[in-house]
């Protein structure tokens, strides 16, 4: 039975011969370049049903507004239409819209919240 020698293993890219003795190989380090993640706006949207007072204090405790900020953001999404109370990660997102929905729910609410990547 003949037997093959063992095959060379390819050489990485991070691989390389250096030119001290000839024999001896060193490892270079590649950094990876690693994209921010995709954040997500968090979004309210207006209803005529809701109260004013209610959003704002759904403002102040989910997303961290104090009274003025939370009164102005009310204030765009009763004019707007909607409004945007935060930017975060998708899962940081998710869960502050699902808070607003069950605060909205318990409180007998049909306020509205969805969250959209940030362009």
């Known amino acids: 039975m003949a037997t093959q020698p063992p095959s060379i293993p390819p050489v990485s890219p991070a691989v390389r011969n250096t030119p001290d003795d000839g024999d001896s190989l060193v490892l270079e380090r590649r950094r990876q370049r690693l994209q921010p993640p995709r954040m997500y706006q968090v979004v309210m949207l207006n209803d005529d049903f809701t109260p004013m007072e209610f959003v704002i204090v759904v403002l102040q405790e989910f997303f961290g507004k104090d009274r003025e900020s939370a009164t102005q953001i009310m204030l765009k999404i009763h004019l707007d239409g909607r409004g945007v109370c935060g930017v975060y990660s998708q899962d940081v997102a998710a869960t502050k819209v699902e808070q607003v929905l069950q605060a909205a729910q318990k409180a007998g ?11």
């Open 109 to 119: 609410h049909p306020l509205q919240a969805t969250f959209e990547p940030v362009e």
